[in-house]
């Protein structure tokens, strides 16, 4: 048979004999990838002469009583929820240096302690270069762990077989390639289409489930690399936030079929690893003594998934011998933290005209909530009046232009976990809770912001 090049749009599907820049049909750039019409032909019959499955009744289906596996990182499993599924396929993206070929390093140790076999498949690095990796982060290197290291997704597949592996971790999926879509290259959108489309068949084999863990490229705009439909077609998304100049990590399921779309989890980077963060409302708050008091200092309460966390956020006002003062933070947004700096001269009455304000959290975790804003201005007035706010004090509430105190989601949950933690006092919007049930914490309602400065700092 006679092979033809055809290039075909990665978009829209359109197909030319003839290269172009730009698709004719959808107008995208760069889209046309070159594959041979017989090769083309030929996955069409053989998707078209798969063995179709049967129609079962829901209630047939069987579903087994452990089908989850714990790898022991507690934060991960939680993010996942509650372990990975037996026959599923979840990806883990982040930034170069994110620490991805650690954590599943790290989930290989743990889950090959279980007796369970994993294949680590690598197309990125060299069987030696994990071996080092290996040596650095894992206590010991268990028996049960194999590895390949190899482009060819064909090798990969007849491994899984081989070794018969309950978990297999491919690092990363944009680096194999199928020989039956040669010659396009890996990398192209569908070489990477294709070879994700065969390892969720093999995890999905009812004769022999297993979970697949693939790492995945991020492109320069800090997004997945390749198709759009690579998250659809996988069962779990995760996102791994935090630069390799950062200590703090976090994992977020920015999908999940199995478990809460949008859990958090956090993760330090050291020497041996990440190490997982399991009481984070310990880690991002400053341990002091309980009668050490220090001004520029708020705790309050941000939520991370379904999981509320203590949080403080410090700040250091001084004065400004330029005509324009400084406002520093790597925790929020600038305009943010120019509107709660304006809220605050404004309806607070405290000048800030000729003042440097800075400000930064504990631990270096994100405020993406408008639920900081009170503790944030609250931080700033503390720092101005040089008046410590105790220790045991919490501030959970939006704050409007108008200076009045707004409600936000949630609010139940994080006061209880300020109850918890065995807090004094935590101040909130006037009329924005229910009746809760609460051990040691008292909830001290107000409408404005100048009543909460004139409670916790007073006049200058």
Known sequence: MKVKTIYKCTECGYETLKWMGRCAECGAWNSLNEMSSSDNKKIILNQTKKSSSKALKLTNVEVGKNQRILTGIHEFDRVIGGGIVKDSITILTSPPGGGKSTLTLAISGEVAKQGKKVLYATGEESDSQIRNRADRILEQIHENIWIIADTSLNSVL?????????????????????????????????????CANALVQCAKNKERQRAILLIGQMNKNDE???????????????????????????????????????????FTMTEKGLISIDNPSEYFVTKREKNEMVSGSTLTVIKEGSRPVISEIESLVSNCFTPYPSRICEAMKKDQMNTLISILE?????????????????GGIKLKEQAVNL????????????????????????????????????????????DRMGFLKVFVPKNSIRKITLQNIEVIECKTLIQVITYCVGNK
């Open 158 to 194: 007849d491994a899984i077989v081989e070794v018969d592996a309950d978990l297999v971790i491919v690092d990363s999926i944009q680096t194999f390639a199928l020989d039956e879509f040669l010659p396009a290259r890996a990398g192209n959108p569908t070489q990477t289409m294709e």
């Open 224 to 266: 997945m690399a390749g198709l759009r439909s690579l998250e659809h077609l996988v069962d779990t998304v995760l996102l791994m936030e935090g630069s390799h100049e950062e200590e703090l990590r976090s994992i977020i399921a920015t999908k999940n079929r199995f478990g809460s779309t949008g859990e958090m989890g956090f």
């Open 346 to 362: 404004q309806r607070g009455k405290v000048s800030l005209y000729d003042k440097n304000v800075v400000i930064k959290t504990t």
């Open 375 to 418: 503790a944030v201005i609250m931080c700033i007035a503390s720092s101005v009046y040089n008046k410590p706010i105790p220790w045991n004090y919490a501030f959970i509430a939006d704050v409007g232009l108008t200076g009045e105190l707004k409600k936000v989601p949630s609010m139940e949950a994080r006061i209880k976990e300020l």
